[in-house]
């Protein structure tokens, strides 16, 4: 039976074949780098969450607007790197996500991809969410580093009243000072309680930002801590970004998972999913 959350968001996976009571995956290299990286990594995680029957949606960012350094890299281009993801989509029919940072990208954006996510730090945008509402994609709203889970409710009804019930909503940490996060998992069921498919952003949840270079640090050996705890206390899906050589990555490499440690990480949230639901 499909997790009465997940009603307005099955769809997305009907051409993949799937328990409807496993988690979902969201997952991808933090921004599209070149064809290549997105083809590695779709081919080889389509193929994992396959064998182990997880619904997956391919994601990468067409853009980074949210950089700390006015020299970091943003992006190969909006439409060159928009036709890439189509291409993801196609070759390996897949649904996809990409950020959406102002109101103007929404329509754009939306004829490429099946979901549009919202970055925490805008999720109080009033016009962005409504913008990514009416185009009819999914939206995936990631909780603001500052924002409550029981305020996530707020982002929610901005998308959904314009007539879009197609949300979901991601736990991504919480402000621990100035250069921490904190992940409360509390925020699962507060979230789950608009009856709205929660997600927990397994990577960006340990970000170390404002570091005195100017990029973004991370604890990646602690992805597993946090995506064991995710699945054990409820998620409806989990967000890991992934790249084959993290360390080269032009954007979060710090945080991000190697492509190696994604199979054994995923078998042992399946059991942990598949003892959940037996229990």
């Known amino acids: 039976m499909i997790n009465e959350r997940m009603t307005n968001m099955h769809f997305l996976f009907e051409g993949q074949d799937y328990d409807p009571s496993m988690f979902f995956l969201i997952a991808g290299p933090c921004v599209v780098e070149d064809e ?13 969450c396959q064998r182990l029957g997880i619904p ?10 949210n950089r700390t350094r006015a020299d970091a890299f943003m992006g190969i281009g909006d439409e060159k790197a928009l036709r890439l993801l189509q291409q993801v989509r196609h070759n390996f ?3 996809v996500l990409t950020d959406i940072h102002t109101p ?3 329509a754009m954006t939306a ?6 996510q919202i ?14 509402g009416a185009t009819g994609k999914v939206v995936n709203i990631k909780k603001g580093q500052f924002v409550s889970g029981e305020a996530m409710r707020f982002a929610a009804e901005k998308v959904k009243q314009t ?10 940490g919480s402000m621990f000072g100035y250069g921490d996060l904190v992940v409360d998992f509390r925020n699962i069921p507060i979230m789950q309680a608009t009856q709205l498919p929660v997600v927990v952003d397994c990577t ?50 710090a945080n991000m998972l190697a492509l190696h440690l994604m199979e054994p990480l995923l078998e042992k949230l399946v059991r942990i999913r598949k003892a959940l639901i037996q229990a």
């Not at 997956?56 to 607007?65: D, E, M, P, Q, T």
């Not at 970055?119 to 990514?132: D, S, W």
């Open 36 to 48: 290549a990286l997105l083809n590695t990594v779709a081919q080889q995680v389509s193929h994992i």
């Open 56 to 65: 997956y949606i391919f994601k990468s960012s067409y853009r980074k607007a």
């Open 93 to 95: 029919h897949l649904p």
């Open 104 to 106: 103007q990208e929404a």
């Open 111 to 116: 004829q490429y991809v099946d979901v549009l």
């Open 119 to 132: 970055p925490a730090f805008l999720c109080r945008q009033t016009e962005l969410l409504q913008a990514a």
């Open 163 to 172: 007539g879009n019930n197609k949300v979901m909503l991601t736990e991504r």
């Open 204 to 253: 960006h949840s340990l970000q170390q930002p404002n570091q005195a270079s100017g990029v973004t640090g991370g604890r990646p050996q602690l992805i597993e801590t946090i995506a064991c705890a995710a699945i054990a206390t409820g998620a409806d899906g989990i967000f890991i970004e992934t790249h084959p050589e993290p360390a080269r990555a032009k954007s979060d490499g």
